[in-house]
């Protein structure tokens, strides 16, 4: 620790994702200072120091950025939910554009024949889901609900959150209230939020069976502020409704632009952005430039987010998941859109579903969409089927280069375009869509 060091002043020359300047003071160590911008002169401290560099702390911003910002929350210098709300939006956005290219360029040894442009939203109010932590704090008398701390496994104080839907924002106090009267409040560590277009609905995950009492206060609760409840005592597969009437109606999101609105289960995956995401969805078709006569794979498909639109477009799309319920999900969506051209199929994308049956089928164009760990072990596959085209859509930036680079050396594709998308304004994370085109 070096919380007695003297006061510095200096030059930030650059910004992390996590939202820290990078401050490089001659013949010394770098160190990181959380709320510094690059460009900024500022007066910091040294607060902790590592082997490699140093942690600070911001004392006054000298010299302010153009680029900087008023967080629009009270708690964003203690949330661990954000790291970029000192950053103007646009800055955010060329900043996670600039990651991408430079991870592209670094680890993958290439560069896009064309950069997409960002796709955008609202950056505010935008979060439709959200793991919100729980915790009884005796000393203070109630029961804290929100995100952690940074790097502290505390929960923030807080009544209100700028980036989950307002609905959601608006419970917190309501929900601190709740969990507080409940009998189990030190056993609910964790309530999940998702707002779908018919239903707010929470996921308790509770330790220890509610009393009877808790759970009328919990029916009280729901009716009074129009929630469905789940309990999730294990697993996901433990989620359970509280009121069983509540299972008879899926949530759901609609695709105008597409005629189609998909239901969803409160433990399916589905983007946290819903505008975002319906451009992304655009985009993707765009990028594939599907024809009637196309076969379309869909890696990673989950409830059919791509492959129901795409099955518009296109003979035929199989869907590919590892996630059993997410699969069923799928299956019941293309039903209820009356798309007979769909067939979805069960595999572990990232073990032995690479070596399917279906990897010794032609596909004229693939969607991707793989978790962070990216798609390696599938590339052999996708370049036997010998699409002419392939989206690939990435929440990792270092994963989406190493198996850019791999497409481009290996498997006979050229990277045609990519760009970002910010699916989680005011925060680290970059998502991003790449074409790659058969040479």
């Given at each position: 620790?070096?919380?007695?060091?003297?006061?510095?002043?200096?030059e930030?020359?650059?910004?992390?994702?996590?939202?820290?300047?990078?401050?490089?003071?001659?013949?010394?160590?770098?160190v990181?200072?959380?709320?510094?911008?690059?460009?900024?002169?500022i007066?910091?401290?040294?607060q902790?120091?590592?082997?490699n560099?140093d942690?600070?702390?911001?004392?006054e911003?000298?010299?302010?950025?153009?680029?900087?910002?008023?967080?629009?929350?009270?708690?964003?210098?203690?949330?661990?939910g954000c790291?970029?709300?000192?950053?103007?939006?646009?800055?955010?956005?060329?900043?996670?554009?600039?990651?991408?290219?430079d991870?592209?360029?670094r680890?993958?040894r290439?560069?896009p024949?064309?950069?997409?442009?960002?796709?955008?939203g609202?950056?505010w109010?935008?979060?439709?889901?959200?793991r919100?932590a729980?915790?009884?704090?005796?000393?203070?008398?109630?029961?804290?609900?929100?995100?952690?701390?940074?790097e502290?496994?505390?929960?923030?104080?807080m009544?209100?959150?700028?980036?989950?839907?307002?609905?959601?924002?608006?419970?917190?106090p309501?929900?601190?209230?709740?969990?507080?009267?409940?009998?189990?409040r030190?056993?609910?560590?964790q309530?999940?939020v998702?707002?779908?277009?018919n239903?707010?609905?929470?996921?308790?995950?509770?330790?220890?069976?509610?009393?009877?009492?808790?759970?009328?206060?919990?029916r009280?609760?729901?009716?009074s502020?129009?929630l469905?409840i789940?309990?999730q005592?294990?697993g996901?597969?433990?989620i359970?409704p509280?009121?069983?009437?509540?299972?008879?109606?899926?949530?759901?999101?609609?695709?105008?632009?597409?005629g189609?609105?998909?239901?969803?289960g409160?433990a399916?995956f589905?983007?946290?952005?819903?505008e975002?995401?319906?451009?992304?969805?655009?985009?993707a078709i765009?990028?594939?430039?599907?024809v009637?006569t196309?076969?379309?794979?869909d890696?990673?498909?989950?409830?059919?987010?791509?492959?129901l639109?795409?099955?518009?477009r296109?003979?035929?799309?199989?869907?590919i998941?590892?996630?059993?319920?997410?699969?069923?999900?799928?299956?019941q969506?293309?039903?209820?859109?009356?798309?007979s051209?769909?067939r979805?199929i069960?595999?572990?994308?990232?073990?032995?579903?690479?070596?399917?049956?279906?990897?010794?089928?032609?596909?004229?164009?693939?969607?991707?969409?793989p978790?962070?760990t990216?798609?390696?072990?599938?590339?052999?596959?996708?370049?036997?089927?010998?699409?002419?085209?392939i989206?690939y859509?990435?929440?990792?930036?270092?994963?989406l280069?190493r198996d850019?680079g791999?497409?481009?050396?290996?498997?006979g594709?050229r990277?045609?375009?990519?760009g970002v998308?910010?699916?989680?304004?005011?925060?680290s994370?970059?998502?991003?869509?790449?074409?790659f085109?058969?040479?």
């Amino acid at each position: 620790m070096a919380s007695n060091s003297p006061a510095e002043i200096a030059e930030v020359i650059d910004l992390t994702l996590e939202g820290a300047g990078v401050v490089a003071p001659p013949g010394g160590k770098r160190v990181l200072v959380p709320g510094a911008l690059a460009g900024e002169q500022i007066s910091f401290r040294r607060q902790r120091r590592r082997r490699n560099f140093d942690e600070g702390v911001l004392l006054e911003v000298l010299r302010p950025s153009a680029d900087r910002a008023v967080p629009a929350c009270e708690y964003f210098s203690r949330c661990g939910g954000c790291a970029l709300q000192h950053l103007e939006p646009a800055a955010q956005l060329a900043m996670k554009q600039a990651t991408l290219l430079d991870s592209l360029q670094r680890i993958g040894r290439i560069a896009p024949e064309q950069v997409l442009a960002p796709i955008s939203g609202a950056v505010w109010g935008y979060r439709r889901r959200a793991r919100l932590a729980v915790r009884h704090v005796p000393g203070k008398g109630r029961v804290l609900v929100g995100f952690r701390e940074r790097e502290q496994p505390r929960v923030v104080d807080m009544l209100s959150c700028a980036t989950v839907h307002p609905a959601v924002s608006r419970l917190l106090p309501a929900l601190s209230e709740l969990v507080g009267a409940l009998t189990l409040r030190a056993r609910l560590p964790q309530i999940e939020v998702t707002v779908a277009d018919n239903a707010t609905a929470l996921v308790l995950r509770v330790l220890d069976p509610p009393a009877a009492g808790d759970l009328e206060l919990l029916r009280k609760f729901a009716v009074s502020h129009a929630l469905r409840i789940y309990l999730q005592g294990g697993g996901p597969d433990s989620i359970t409704p509280l009121d069983p009437h509540a299972a008879d109606e899926d949530l759901r999101y609609a695709m105008p632009a597409h005629g189609l609105s998909l239901a969803f289960g409160p433990a399916d995956f589905i983007q946290v952005h819903a505008e975002v995401n319906l451009r992304m969805i655009d985009q993707a078709i765009g990028l594939l430039e599907p024809v009637a006569t196309d076969r379309i794979l869909d890696l990673y498909c989950g409830i059919g987010n791509f492959t129901l639109p795409l099955a518009k477009r296109a003979a035929a799309v199989t869907g590919i998941e590892g996630a059993r319920p997410a699969l069923e999900r799928a299956r019941q969506n293309a039903a209820a859109a009356g798309l007979s051209n769909t067939r979805f199929i069960e595999a572990d994308l990232s073990g032995a579903g690479t070596e399917g049956a279906w990897t010794r089928e032609s596909f004229d164009l693939v969607l991707l969409d793989p978790p962070r760990t990216g798609a390696a072990e599938l590339l052999p596959a996708l370049a036997r089927v010998g699409a002419r085209r392939i989206v690939y859509v990435s929440c990792h930036p270092g994963t989406l280069a190493r198996d850019a680079g791999l497409l481009v050396a290996g498997h006979g594709y050229r990277l045609r375009a990519a760009g970002v998308m910010d699916m989680f304004p005011q925060t680290s994370h970059v998502e991003s869509m790449a074409l790659f085109v058969k040479k």
